[in-house]
């Protein structure tokens, strides 16, 4: 099945991540339930020190899921609660690779 990873993962970048971000400070804080330079802080401790969250290139030379949609899909899920279901459609990744990811994460 494809997702769109790719364009969930550069929605997500435009949105929040990005140097002229669509969403201001406090809408981020508000969102993610802390402050972006908190928020990439942790994304670099996983990345650096899990290998899970670590991006990879698959078999057919494609883009595997970024540190920055894995963390953002687990932390999403554990701020407020959600279900895979509620998270999948936005970032574009399949619930059992969410399920994976907060997994891992947790």
């Known amino acids: 099945m494809n997702q769109n990873r790719e364009e969930g993962h550069d929605r997500l970048f435009n949105e929040y991540f990005s140097p002229d971000p669509i969403y201001i400070k406090t809408q981020f804080r508000r969102r993610f339930r802390m402050q972006r330079h908190v928020f990439l802080r942790v994304i670099e401790a996983l990345d ?6 670590q991006m990879r290139v698959n ?3 494609r883009k595997g899921i970024s540190s920055l949609h894995k963390c953002t899909v687990a932390l999403h899920i554990l ?10 459609k936005y970032i574009q990744i399949v619930e059992t690779t ?9």
């Open 59 to 61: 078999v057919t030379h």
């Open 79 to 88: 701020a407020y609660g959600s279900t895979t279901d509620s998270v999948d």
């Open 48 to 53: 650096n020190q899990d290998e899970y969250f």
């Open 98 to 106: 969410i399920m994976e990811c907060l997994q891992n994460f947790v």
